[in-house]
């Protein structure tokens, strides 16, 4: 039997009726992608992978999990000993959420320096954005599985933000619990919204991406193609790039599974969680960091009418709502931070001041840098926080003359080999 | 103009790369100054490879049987665990039979007290939390089987505090019941100092210093913390390894596949 001509008739017999082969096809295979992309543009392949990695680990955890407030510790403690490789999955799991995270940071900073957000791209930045809320409840309730004293207190902290909406909030603090305290219906919850919310993810990534294919991607350069010879298509050209990239990944990401499992993780969640005794400092997983130094920053209340709880909170959750208005903040017809002088300057200290921000969240406020109060500084990097939005990227969107912008992406990389724009072009026919 | 671009290109990779590195560095910094600064100490399970020492766990296992089981559970290590450190069948036997173990209800309704066996956990000694801090001054001694986790400084953190009962200085006034520590937050522990000089006398001859023991039995911690510790790194380097050749046999690639592109521009990628 002809098993080649049985399986290309098959295929064939799918894909008339569904045409899902020329769909793969079209949109993996030939896509054309700019010919200029930097290793910069690895990080969007790499998040996808990281959440598989995440769900595959997760689902096998979750089969061997106890959400029960009495079990939920040792089962993890079960898995790390007595189940086959259990450790490994836990480890895997547990990193691959810093990873995810790392992964997803530098894939924002990305679009933030080379203008992805702006036209016509400004719904795949927001679809962007809700991924990152999305992933940021998955992790929180995530963290709260293993049942530890990180896990419980912060699970506290967090839900008992609520507490500051004016008169309803207690209220949505016990809705949340589901009870009068975090207990057992909250832990609950949080299992059965950690194994759906992933696969939200999975549906606005397919958006995301269905976005990103309308356009294609941005580049470098920050202009658009002229024609076929400013673009290649994605196999093989970005597929192997990709894998390169995921090897290395790899490398980085089991480094810590296997020789630094709990490097990033708090000591404390080691220990039982016990509501009846509070950690001298509670703190978030590394990756919230920032966000817990401008909930603290608010030490004061807003003009007599925001109290300073209440404000804080605002100001959190503001520092991620914000970044939806970013396309409308920024003014600038130039996309890419190479030819916006001013801006990119701007760019490092925006990414300075995250850092900042980071590590005062991981030092507890009453401390202090040389003198200056902990509290001091986490204000001013709040307030630079909002200022590089609402004010820095709008004036100087205004006020900057970007640098003058080349005509094609094949032009400047052509200028060097003296090639002519035909040669150029082959690579397209290749697909 | 595209050396320019590639120059800038690289300058900002490295930028981000020392920030990533500076923010670890940082989070590890905070972490370390929330207790006094701990004596660094050599062990055998440091660094990539380095594996446990058999023999000192084997007698981290005695001053845990002889000294801290008085008060400390170790509830999460069951005797056949003890497989690995080297004991033959026998042996842990002999050591599960020396238990005490609740059992039933038994036919008849009521509980019982009988032998270890090897699928038993280490009971602990206390009933509950109530009964331990009752005979603890008001303290319940935690369970170890975590513990070398869940401080800071792990084993070193555990051997720091065994080593670090002395005289508290003249202005510093400790509580009724409690002892002075060094390096104990707040340098104030109820638990009194449990180790001395030959505290125990070791199976193997070794010589039971202070120093000895609180290092054997920090080891022994460590085990107990991370049984799977040996199999992780051994897997590790494999799979390390496997990942780089993986790394270049893909870079390898990368670069024959897009070779046409540069030839035809000069271009990076
Ligand atoms: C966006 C993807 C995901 C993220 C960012 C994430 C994040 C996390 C985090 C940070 C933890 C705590 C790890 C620890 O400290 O022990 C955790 C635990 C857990 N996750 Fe996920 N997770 C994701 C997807 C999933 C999925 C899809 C499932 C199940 C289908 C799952 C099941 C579990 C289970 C059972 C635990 C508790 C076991 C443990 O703590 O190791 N996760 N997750």
Redesign the interface.
Known sequence: MNWKAMISGTVEWIDYRLPIFTFMNHELTEYPTP??????WNFGSLAGIALVIMIATGIMLAMQYTPHVDHAFDSV?RI??DVNSG??LR?LHSNGGSFFF?VVY?HI?RGL?YGSYKKPREILWILGVVILILMMATAFMGYVLPWGQMSFWAATVITNLFSAVPIIGEAIVTWLWGGFSVDNPTLNRFFALHYLLPFVLVGVIFVHLWALHRFGSNN?LGIDAKGPQDK?PFH??YT??D??G???F??VY??F???A???MGH??N??PANPLSTP??IVPE?YF?PYYAILRAIDFNFLWIVPAKLGGVILMFGSIMILFLLPWLDRSPVRSA?FRPIYKWFF?LF??DC?IL??IG??SPDGNFHGIPFLLIGQLATLYYFGHFLVVIPAISLLERPKPL?TSI?Q??????G?TAG??A??MEKA | ??TL?KS??RS??K??LG??C??ML???S?QAA?GVKLPEQDWSFDG?LGLFDRAQLQRGLQVYREVCAGCHGLR?IAFR?LADLQYNEDQIKAIASEAIIVDGPDDEGEMFEREGRLPDYFPSPFANDKAAAASNNGAVP?DL??MA????GGADYIHALLTGYEEAPADFEVLEGLSYNAYF?GHQIAMAQPLDDDAVEYADGTEASLDQMARDVAAFLTWT?E??LE???T??IW??LF??F??GV??A??KK??A??HK??????
Request: charged content about 15%; glycine content about 8%.
């Open positions: 010919r200029n992309l930097s290793y910069w403690e790390m000993r450790w490994l480890y790392i530098i900073l320096y470098p290649i093989p050209y192997i790039k894998s390169f995921l090897a290395v790899l490398v089991l480094g599974v296997f020789f499992p709990n490097y000591p404390d080691y220990i001298p400092h590394w960091l190479r490092w990414f300075l850092l980071g590590w991981a030092n080349p094949s400047p990389v052509l200028q060097g080999g090639a040669a150029g082959k690579p | 103009m595209k671009a800038a290109a900002a990779t930028y981000a920030a990533l500076g923010l940082g989070t590890a905070a929330e990539v999460y665990n935690p089987s975590l986790k869940a401080r800071f937050p913390a049984p799977k199999a992780r790194k897997a590790g799979v390390i990942f780089l993986v790394t893909t870079y690639s990368k596949i897009w046409d592109l035809d521009d000069g271009s990076k990628e």
